[in-house]
């Protein structure tokens, strides 16, 4: 596809399970970003990767959560031990520098019961 | 985390009327941007504005980067029920490491009555 994907579009979790979100950004784009967007507020910055390195991951809100992006493209953004207030949509974007606009993806809506 | 607070949180206009939405922030931000998110979707870039002073048109959307660097606003003319939606300011730092690393407000809802 031409844009950012994200999958699942939606998952439903038990408190205390383990989640994985999927990102694929637009082919070429090196840089790749993970928001989090709670119910009635903006997207909230967590973490970014210039290649496979994660450049800054000043967002993330505690030790459960984790992202990698292995070869450079996909990414996947890890959550260990959920907790009902980690249910959100999670948002990826990318762009093809860091000194460019990045797209955003539709996301995935995250919900701990 | 902090937001940049956006203004107002909701407005429900007529077909036809004009809109104006702003954002404000106690830090200095060296780009603005305006996105809009639609249900389901991601936020999509409106308009861009990387100088303060800068006024920048994108149809009937028209933005403007404050002086102090510490505000903008966004003007939606002649409205129409596809406007609908929520829009977002997002600032981004002097100083910042990369361009996709921004600071969002809390979002303006927009109805648009027919």
């Known amino acids: 596809g031409a844009g950012v994907s994200q999958t699942p579009s939606n998952k439903v979790t038990e408190k205390g399970k383990y989640v994985e979100l999927r990102c694929d950004p637009i082919?070429?784009?090196?840089?790749l970003y993970w928001y989090r967007q709670s119910l009635g507020q903006g997207p909230e910055f967590l973490i970014y990767?210039?290649?496979?390195?994660?450049?800054?991951d000043s967002g993330l809100p505690n030790d459960r959560f984790f992202a990698v992006r292995p070869e450079g493209s996909v990414s996947t953004l890890k959550i260990q031990r959920t907790e009902r207030g980690d249910s959100a949509v999670y948002l990826c974007?990318?762009?093809?520098?860091?000194?460019?606009?990045?797209?955003f993806g539709q996301g995935t809506r995250l919900t701990v019961v | 985390g902090q937001q940049l607070n956006q203004s107002p949180q909701s407005m429900f206009i007529q077909e036809g009327e004009d809109v104006s939405m702003n954002c404000t922030s106690s830090?200095?931000?060296?780009?603005w941007l305006w996105y809009k998110q639609d249900p389901g979707e991601g936020p999509v870039l409106l308009i861009a504005?990387?100088?303060?002073?800068e006024l920048t048109s994108n149809g009937r959307l028209t933005a403007q980067f404050g002086i102090t660097r510490k505000d903008s606003f966004l003007n939606i003319s002649a409205s129409i029920p596809s406007d609908v939606g929520i829009y977002f300011c997002?600032?981004?730092?002097?100083?910042?490491?990369?361009?996709?690393?921004?600071?969002f407000g809390q979002g303006t809802i927009l109805t648009v009555h027919p």
């Open positions: 974007a990318s762009s093809i520098t860091t000194n460019t606009e990045a797209f």
């Open positions: 082919s070429g784009h090196t840089a």
């Open positions: 990767f210039q290649g496979t390195g994660a450049a800054d």
């Open positions: 830090s200095i931000f060296n780009t």
């Open positions: 504005l990387y100088k303060a002073g």
């Open positions: 997002a600032g981004r730092q002097a100083g910042g490491t990369s361009y996709g690393k921004l600071t």
